[in-house]
């Protein structure tokens, strides 16, 4: 065997030994996610209130509201926040393919005309040449041999960018559905707020007239007249407050459907004077399912593989660069191009190294510290759902509690208001231990009101950090 032949022997050999450098990705055992009590029940969940059952994936249908699925429906289709994402996405999917496409051959095409003087001397000529019409035309295929797994790496970076770009359209989708809600749960609590402080006045107007009479009679004192009319200013001046919130849920819920605050929205959402109720216990799952479900978990876990994936684009640039091409044409005068005599033609590896120093290596490492923050965020945004759903199993369980004590201590104001009236009436009690009553009763009425709206945000923020409301991906979370 010749030198010559055994140098590309041992060339040959050196090559197909190159394999894909950088790390294979799998989710690391040290993560949070990889714990056994990130997997497990949660500690909140009493069977009353919620349940251990498999959450819901639309869980808006909870309600039974035909008009709040019908606002739902509307902010899938038109919110603003949900296009964006959707174009982010189509973006992330192009530049997929486009890297995806470096793996491939790529063919160029070309073809010139000049009238030009070629240097004599660079013929070794020493009279200088005639001026003349040259052309050139020809096909360049390239082919870039992955020997170290740099293309491949960056199709794995690619790849799991789009998932993760994906992963925040989904999050996108539950904020927007989650935010809808709560915008009509909110024109519901308004409307209702205002209609309990309606009546309320209504009654402190009706006690304004009963002590004008009475004091026409001499049973009472202008100053209890004035007493009395205060108390129903005092109640009225509460109406404009539920008024505003009103205006402000509903401008809110405008925009997630893609409206200006001007143009119509349904007219039975507007009117909604009760919060919906659930029959039903909340179905809340376990710790694995959530991690699983929640976007957020989702898109930090395909960032981790994403930083993973650079390390091994970082490695290969440590290592040589072989494109294989070839390429024919004509080359010459202008008016012989096409004989024999102009054709060229090329066939041959290309091999670039840039011989591999302290920047190359700080590329590696830069990777390497770009992954171990991935993971650290990572882990902190599986602690942080796990935090969101135990607080929301709280708060949801106590502001229930708070509500069933006011909704007593309300019933409760509202018997003492009646005695007292029939008691200052028949001129057995003062009228300040009566007017005292009604103001308990009415700050008991609002009480139950604003606790009422309060557990119906409860419910919406628990239904958020459970995570539903997206269709989950084909592939789920796991570990390799």
């Known amino acids: 065997m010749s030198r010559r032949r055994s140098a590309a022997w041992l060339v040959l050999t050196a090559l197909a030994g190159c394999t894909t450098v950088g790390p294979d990705y799998h989710l690391p055992q ?62 992330a999917m192009a530049v997929a393919r486009e890297v995806n496409a470096e793996a491939g051959p790529h063919a160029s095409v070309s073809a010139s005309a000049e009238r030009s003087r070629i240097s004599g001397q660079s013929m070794l000529l020493e009279q200088p040449l005639p001026v003349t019409n040259l052309g050139d035309e020809g096909i360049r295929v390239a082919y870039q041999l992955d ?3 740099k293309l491949r790496r960056g199709e794995e970076a690619a790849a799991a960018n789009t998932e993760a770009v994906a992963a925040a359209r989904d999050l996108a989708h539950i904020t927007v559905t989650a935010e809808t809600v709560r915008s009509y749960l909110q024109i519901c609590s308004a409307n209702h707020g205002y209609q309990v402080l309606q009546q309320q006045y209504g009654l402190q107007q009706k006690q304004v007239e009963l002590t004008q009479r009475l004091a026409r009679a001499g049973r009472l004192t202008a100053t209890d007249v004035l007493r009395a009319k205060a108390q129903a200013d005092s109640v009225q001046a509460g109406l404009p407050v539920y008024q505003a919130q009103r205006d402000a849920a509903r401008y809110r819920l405008a925009m997630l459907l893609g409206k200006t605050p001007g143009e119509a929205l349904p007219a039975a959402a507007l009117a909604c004077a009760q919060e919906p109720q659930l029959t039903q216990p909340i179905p809340v799952g376990d710790g694995r399912a959530l991690l699983a479900r929640r976007p957020d978990v989702k898109q930090a876990e395909r960032r981790l593989a994403q930083s993973s994936a650079m390390i091994g684009v970082a490695t290969a640039e440590l290592y040589p660069s072989i494109t294989l ?7 010459g005068v202008l008016e012989d191009l096409g004989k024999r005599s102009t054709q060229r033609f090329g066939l041959g590896p290309l091999i670039s190294w840039s011989i591999p120093d302290s920047g190359s290596r700080a590329r590696v490492a830069a990777a390497q510290a770009d992954s171990a923050t991935a993971l650290a965020h990572f882990d902190g945004v599986v602690l942080n759902a796990l935090r969101e759903v135990e607080t929301s199993l709280s708060l949801y369980g106590k502001d229930l509690q708070r509500l069933t004590l006011l909704r007593s201590a309300r019933d409760s104001a509202r018997d003492a208001a009646a005695q007292n009236r029939r008691l200052y009436q028949a001129g057995r009690a003062p009228y300040l231990s009566s007017l005292d009553a009604d103001r308990s009763m009415v700050s008991s009425e609002l009480a139950v009101a604003s606790a009422e709206s309060q557990l119906a945000q409860d419910q919406v923020n628990l239904f958020l950090a459970l995570g539903g409301g997206w269709e989950v991906l084909s592939r789920p979370l796991s570990a390799k």
């Not at 949070?32 to 498999?54: E, I, M």
């Not at 819901?56 to 019908?70: F, G, T």
């Open 147 to 149: 020997l170290f797994g």
């Open 325 to 331: 091409g070839a390429s024919a044409g004509f080359t």
């Open 30 to 91: 040290q993560a949070a996610l990889q714990r056994g009590s990130a997997q497990a029940g949660f500690a909140n969940v009493d069977g009353k209130l919620t349940s251990a059952q498999p959450a819901a994936s639309r869980w808006w249908q909870l309600y039974h509201d035909p008009v709040l699925e019908q606002l739902v429906e509307q902010a899938e289709a038109a919110n603003t926040d949900l296009r964006a994402a959707t174009a982010n996405l189509q973006k």
